[in-house]
């Protein structure tokens, strides 16, 4: 067949221009229809560097490397397309030409050819998500894993390798390192399933195994899914079942899920046909869910947005399945979503070339998916770019984390890599970011240097401490996922702070402070609590134990009296009226030894300059006394500390 085209391209040259295109038409319609682009391309080609021009070569051209990943190419023939258009080119074309440039790295340039799309579909949601995050690839940046270790896996062949799981202590993975018959689309052999195993050490081992002939065919297979009771395995394979190849009203041969049983031996029996497989359109790359009772996979089904969407479906008891469920269009764009994987903490990732990113298919996540997941009509969900180095300015795809280690596995045909799609090992590190901010003086906005700021947990423990410079500036690192209280303090100000919770990413975060000048004139007699604006410190009912949030207040306390070195104070602690007066002053006693204790060993204050007494409930600051029938809210303010000045 190779020889054959090799043949007519001899004779192309002679040929007059009407002629070739003539030719063209005719030798490439059969190829080109049936997405034969490696044979469509060596044609066109042949022709265009002759000096032949028109729209239809050069898309033809262009969507034949296009759809073979060769984006430098394809760029350069898109782009000769743009030169000569008339204004009535299909807006798909500025989409994949600005999807061409991001392969080469030209960023500046796609953004550009995507406001022109943007321009002719305001409502395709390619260009709503564009629109919505033109500085996409500085929060790309932002959320890239900094230091996360990625491997080229030693199994990976000169072909096409992708696509991984973990079954039973063995990888399995799809690969084109067959010797069988040429897929007409790349020029590779057909796909098969096969297994490496995992040693004890965590390794691939060499040995690669090839699926039996129950599971692969002289057709693609690939994708495969367990079940988590090992019962059944999913996987994607063209339409070929019991010997029969079936194809749609245009002649293509559709990829299907198959689904088969496992045997107490682990052999594979009982192959069956998943009921929504149909002749018309495609189904493939199931992943399923750690309960087993979803399954997530592709397709272009009737009702899909673009060219695949990613759909779930209900596993019932018995293995059949339910009724497939579109995800919707907060997940689904009039690109192509793909290779969807359901992670055991129930984080859905998947390859998409709807949404802005750094070239082909990029791998997006909806952190905490299945947990937001009822309906996708009442449900907006939000789909984050993972960054790098997972992604890349190529194709990026078939993600796969084992949470619980950190490590999984993802699929590229980036540069570097030994063959066509690669497989790649990851382990993430141990998410950190950074948190930076500005300290400035509340009403003037003039940065403070040589200001405190100190870094507590959600308990009031002090777990980092700074000084900001002569920009005003600090930084610090912190967990992700994490509750913290940042406080900035500086002598002649009010201590302020903010509460925040770090996220999942590998990204900066921004706390600034503004610090209110103390220009209050302090006397002995004041209370700390009114004087300095610091709130009162309460207690849980029946309790004198120092809760987290008042152990913040406390600080602001001890903030004080290290500013005041001489300053002596006396500390009023009270309790509500609900129980005795005889128990309520010795509850009260208590809670004002806690408070006491707290200020002198957390804050390394002289014992000598803290006083103090509990007072019971004989000092209550609104009428909810015995028998007064009153609020949790409104006895809560009669459970309270004061910090009287006695001597400055």
């Known amino acids: 067949m190779r020889k054959i085209y090799l043949y007519i391209l001899l004779l192309i040259p002679a040929l007059s221009v009407n002629a070739q295109e003539k030719l063209i038409k005719k030798i490439s319609k059969k190829n080109y229809d049936n997405l034969a682009y490696v044979k469509t391309s060596e044609v066109f080609l042949e022709v265009a560097e002759k000096g032949h021009e028109s729209e239809d070569m050069f898309k033809k051209l262009g969507n034949s490397f296009y759809f073979n990943n060769e984006m430098e190419s394809a760029s350069k023939w898109y782009g000769k397309l743009m030169e000569i258009e008339t204004g009535n080119l299909d807006p798909e074309y500025y989409f994949r030409y600005a999807q061409a440039l991001k392969g080469i790295g030209n960023y500046e340039l796609s953004d550009q050819w995507m406001r022109k799309f943007e321009a002719q579909k305001p409502q395709d949601l390619r260009a709503k998500a564009f629109a919505s995050t033109e500085d996409y690839l500085s929060k790309i940046e932002k959320v890239s894993y900094k230091g996360a270790e990625i491997r080229n896996l030693d199994i990976n062949s000169e072909l096409s390798d992708f696509g991984t799981t973990i079954y039973n202590g063995n990888l399995i993975f799809s690969s084109t390192r067959g010797t069988g018959e040429l ?12 297994s490496a195993e995992i040693d004890e050490t965590g390794n691939i081992t060499n040995q690669v195994n090839k699926f039996g002939l129950n599971i692969n065919t002289k057709y693609h297979e690939s994708s495969a899914a367990y079940t988590p009771d090992g019962k059944y395995l999913f996987f994607t394979r063209n339409n070929y079942f019991k010997s029969r190849y079936s194809e749609d009203d245009k002649k293509f041969n559709r990829l299907q899920i198959y689904r088969a ?139 796969y984390i084992n949470d619980e280690k950190d490590q999984g596995y993802f699929t590229s045909n980036r540069k570097g890599g030994k063959g066509d799609d690669d497989i790649y090992a990851f382990n993430l590190p141990e998410c950190k970011q950074e948190l930076q901010g500005v300290v400035k003086d509340a009403e003037t906005q003039e940065v403070l240097a040589k200001a405190k700021v100190i870094l507590q947990d959600a308990l009031g423990n002090v777990i980092a401490e700074s000084i900001t410079d002569k920009k005003g500036a600090y930084s610090l690192e912190v967990s992700c996922d994490t509750e913290y209280l940042i406080r900035g303090e500086k002598t002649d100000y009010e201590s302020s702070e903010n509460r925040f919770v770090s996220t999942n990413r590998f990204e900066k975060l921004t706390q600034d402070l503004n610090l209110v000048r103390d220009v209050k004139p302090i006397q002995v007699g004041d209370d700390l609590a009114k004087t300095l604006n610091i709130p009162i410190i309460y207690f849980d009912f029946d309790k004198h134990n120092i809760r987290p949030d008042a152990a913040v207040e406390l600080e602001k306390v001890i903030a004080v009296l290290k500013q005041y070195p001489t300053m002596e104070i006396e500390v009023r602690s009270h309790t509500d009226s609900r129980a005795t007066k005889v128990y309520n002053e010795a509850l009260s006693t208590r809670r004002n030894k806690s408070t006491k204790a707290y200020i002198i060993e957390e804050g390394q204050i002289n014992p000598d300059r803290i006083t103090g007494a509990g007072y019971g409930e004989s000092q209550l600051v609104n009428g909810c006394s015995d028998g007064v029938k009153c609020s949790e809210e409104d006895h809560q303010l009669n459970r309270r500390s004061e910090f009287i000045i006695i001597k400055m």
């Open 183 to 194: 897929y007409s689309w790349n020029e590779q052999p057909y796909l098969d399933l096969y």
């Open 261 to 399: 049983e496992i045997d107490e031996n682990g052999d594979y029996k009982n192959l069956t046909s998943v009921h929504f497989n149909n002749d018309e359109y495609s189904v493939a790359h199931p992943s399923i869910n750690s309960t087993g009772t979803k399954m997530y996979f592709a397709s272009d089904m009737p009702g899909s947005t673009g060219q695949s969407d990613i759909y779930a479906v209900d596993i019932n008891k018995d293995g059949t399945l339910g009724e497939p469920e579109h995800l919707g269009i907060t997940i689904n764009t009039e690109g192509a979503e793909s290779f969807p994987f359901i992670s055991e903490t129930g984080d859905l990732y998947f390859s998409s070339t709807g949404y802005p990113g750094l070239g082909g298919l990029d791998i997006y996540v909806v952190k905490g998916f299945e947990s937001q997941y009822t309906s996708s009509q009442s449900r907006v969900f939000k789909v984050q770019n993972i960054g790098k180095p997972f992604n890349s300015k190529q194709d990026d795809f078939a993600y």
